[in-house]
C-alpha cells in the first residue's frame, strides 16, 4: 500500500522560508499529480500546490509568487519551498495526489509562523 511521508515543518518567524519534502513508498509521480495540502485548526483541508505527471504546476492564489512546488521523480519525492511565510500559513501540510481519489494520508508536517 502507498505511504507517504512528510518532513521539514518547524517553527519560522514570518518573512521566513521553509522547505517541505514527501517521500513517496512507490513511484507514482510518472502516472499521477501530486499536491500539497494543509489544514489549519478549525478549518477545512485545503490545495495549496499541484504538479501534474506532465510537470505542469498549479496555486491557489494565497500562495502564489511565494511557494513552488517541484519534484524528483527518481526520489519518489515532492518538494514544496515556502518563502515569506505569514501567520495564515499556519497548519498541518500533507501531500497526496491531484486529479483522481486520495491515497493514505500521512502524517502531515506542522508548519507554524509566529513571532
Known amino acids: 500500500q502507498l505511504r507517504l511521508v512528510e518532513s521539514g515543518g518547524g517553527l519560522v518567524q514570518p518573512g521566513g522560508s521553509l522547505r517541505l519534502a514527501c517521500v513517496a513508498s512507490e513511484f507514482i509521480f510518472s502516472t499521477y499529480g501530486m499536491g500539497w495540502y494543509r489544514q489549519a485548526p478549525g478549518k477545512q483541508r485545503e490545495r495549496v500546490a499541484g504538479?501534474?505527471?506532465?510537470?505542469?504546476?498549479s496555486y491557489t492564489d494565497s500562495v502564489k509568487g511565494r511557494f513552488t512546488i517541484s519534484r524528483s521523480i527518481a526520489e519518489r519525492t515532492v518538494y514544496l519551498q515556502m518563502n515569506a511565510l505569514k501567520p495564515d500559513d499556519t497548519a498541518v501540510y500533507y501531500c497526496?495526489?491531484?486529479?483522481?481519489?486520495?491515497?493514505?494520508w500521512g502524517q502531515g508536517t506542522q508548519v507554524t509562523v509566529s513571532s
Open positions: 504538479i501534474t505527471r506532465l510537470g505542469t504546476t
Open positions: 497526496n495526489y491531484i486529479g483522481r481519489s486520495f491515497g493514505p
